[in-house]
């Protein structure tokens, strides 16, 4: 059925569009009404550095001008140092602890914090890294972009990584850099910085800068904390992408098809903040980085950290083509290789099907390991293609099943299905095994990566053992007039927890002191309410998912108008 699914989710904060200072006459303006002549403007790696330059020398005529690119070391010296963690595979590096520190070159570093501190009238230090020269300056910016922006940029040739020229490189690369290495560094500045900041930029779009002080910007995440919201989704084509998101979502013609929608991914989602007629976007990863334990939970928090660790995404082969066949890295093993202290353990939850869809799952009785690992070295090297069905599950699946994937099990979706995917964070550890002889939207092949796989599979995952563990374990286990609660997994394996409640009336939630995350299933739009008034009412449209803070408690859903509604709700089981 067509959805009224908001691509802009907003929450508002401010009834003044005069909070936020749209453009660079009206930023100039408020920067010159700062006191003291050292300003320093922090840009997260992505950021267009020189037309801000450009635009604040222009305006506020600084007497000297620092920029932190000049102080990085060579691009070698820094290739030589992120060797170790970035390897010759095309996809996989391996987490680290680098800092933007270790970026520079000491003698250049040293040379102009000197010269920074002992300079006289109007000063601008800005770039990657700037903050690190100018630690007392009078006027902290932090310059912010959503990851996905930063991402298209990588695929525009707009940039190149943190000290590296390589503006011309496969999209593929740079965005693995980022993630092993860019935006790692940053995050651990970017959470030291953000608690002070006087202002913060969003750049997200080049010709429409806005700035916001930072204690609007920390009063807009301790408002957001408080209340369920949603993050901005953003959607990408894919070579098995399908058409359910075009039709249903009402997406544009353009792109061939729509593979992905990633709607609670706050590593790489934003929030939109309201403030009056305007909008600013922000990371959605700055929430998580500033309120963890509001966000999170306290046990959550003790577990993971600043991250989240729930993520909620939409898989689109309706009229498309298979997902690749797959397989997760097993905990211990995403450690020793990755330096990832969980792995992605995850489930397909079935919003739509065809009458032919399949789900590849577990493999069949009594196959040989080596035969199987032959026929996919075969197949990647040119020769027949792999006969999945020989060897794979074929299960067929229907609307509102929910088949569980605990990391290990051979999987993927077949096509004419339209999967809510619901796992855990490290989204990027997939190991492909079969892409059915296709390319990429680039046109060259898509990575394979038999050898993890090889020592991933568990090959005691077969036929009797998926059908009684990982299909159909829906436990009911509350009825009442009008609504029920049912478990529909996760494995015991897995940290995740999920619930679906079906309802035609009011239902009582609470987050007992865990996040939530959920999706509106079924129905055409519900809303989302604080039995003592503490948030506005959401309102929540088929196939929107949204978060609902640890820090909320009780709250409730209901169907916007008369008929049947079902949501699917996740949190971590915090008392496995």
């Known amino acids: 059925m067509p959805s009224r699914y908001d691509t802009q989710p907003t929450v508002a904060i401010s009834a003044f569009s005069s909070d936020c200072a749209v453009g660079w006459p009206a930023i100039a303006d408020c920067l010159r009404r700062c006191r003291g002549g050292r300003l320093c403007i922090e840009c997260y790696p992505g950021v267009l550095v020189e037309p801000i330059e450009q635009a604040i020398a222009n305006a506020l005529r600084p007497s000297r001008i620092f920029r932190a690119s000049e102080c990085l070391q060579s691009p070698p010296e820094i290739e030589a140092m992120l060797a170790p963690y970035l390897g010759e595979d095309p996809v996989f590096g391996r987490m680290n602890g680098l800092e933007l520190a270790d970026f520079f070159d000491r003698k250049k570093f040293d040379a102009a914090r000197k010269s920074i501190a002992e300079s006289a009238g109007g000063v601008l230090v800005i770039g990657t890294g700037a903050a690190l020269l100018a630690p007392e300056a009078d006027v902290l910016i932090y310059a912010d972009l959503a990851r996905w922006e930063i991402q298209t940029r990588q695929r525009n040739n707009e940039i190149p990584n943190l000290g590296a020229e390589n503006h011309l490189e496969r999209a593929s690369l740079k965005y693995k850099r980022a993630f092993f290495v860019d935006w790692r560094a940053a995050d651990r500045l970017k959470q030291r910085l953000l608690p002070r900041a006087d202002f913060v930029l969003d750049t997200n779009r080049r010709d429409d800068p806005k700035l916001i002080s930072g204690d609007l910007f ?266 029920s609660e049912e478990r529909t997994g996760l494995h015991e394996r897995e940290f995740i927890e999920t619930r679906r409640h079906w309802f035609r009336q009011k239902v009582e939630h609470h987050t007992h002191g865990g996040v939530n995350v959920l999706n509106l299933v079924a129905g055409d739009a519900v809303v989302v309410e604080s039995p003592d008034h503490a948030f506005e009412p959401l309102v929540i449209h088929y196939a929107e998912t949204f978060i609902v803070p640890a820090a909320v408690g009780r709250y409730t859903i209901q169907p916007a108008r008369p008929g049947r509604c079902a949501t699917i709700k996740a949190f971590v089981r915090t008392n496995p």
């Open 218 to 483: 920390r009063s807009a995440l301790a408002a957001v904390v408080r209340r369920p919201f949603r993050v901005v989704p953003f959607f990408d084509p894919g070579p098995w992408g399908g058409e359910w998101m075009r039709r249903v979502i009402g997406l544009p013609e353009d792109p061939p098809n729509f593979a992905w929608c990633f709607d609670c991914v706050p590593e790489e989602n934003s929030l939109l903040l309201g403030l009056g007629e305007v909008r600013l976007e922000v990371p959605a990863i700055d929430l998580v980085f500033t309120h963890p334990r509001e966000l999170l939970g306290e046990a959550v928090y003790a577990r993971f950290g600043r991250e989240f660790p729930i993520r909620f995404d939409m898989l689109d082969t309706m009229d498309g083509g298979n997902l690749s066949l797959q397989v997760h890295p097993l905990t211990e093993y995403i450690q020793d290789k990755f330096g990832m202290h969980y792995t992605q353990d995850e489930s397909y939850y079935l919003l739509d099907a065809g009458k032919d869809a399949v789900v590849y799952l577990g493999l069949q009785e009594n196959i040989q390991p080596v035969g199987m690992l032959r026929a996919l070295e075969r197949a990647q090297q040119g020769g027949a293609p792999f006969p999945a069905g020989q060897f794979v599950n074929r299960w067929p699946v229907k609307q509102h099943d929910h088949v569980l994937i605990p990391a290990g099990t051979i999987h993927c979706s077949g096509k004419n299905c339209m999967v809510l995917e619901i796992s855990a964070t490290p989204y990027i550890f997939t190991f492909k095994l079969w892409d059915w002889g296709r390319l990429g939207l680039d046109g060259l092949p898509r990575p394979i990566h038999l050898e993890h796989g090889r020592n991933n599979i568990q090959w005691n995952s077969t036929t009797p053992w998926v059908r009684q563990n990982l299909l159909h374990r829906t436990e009911r286990l509350a009825s009442h007039e009008g609504w």
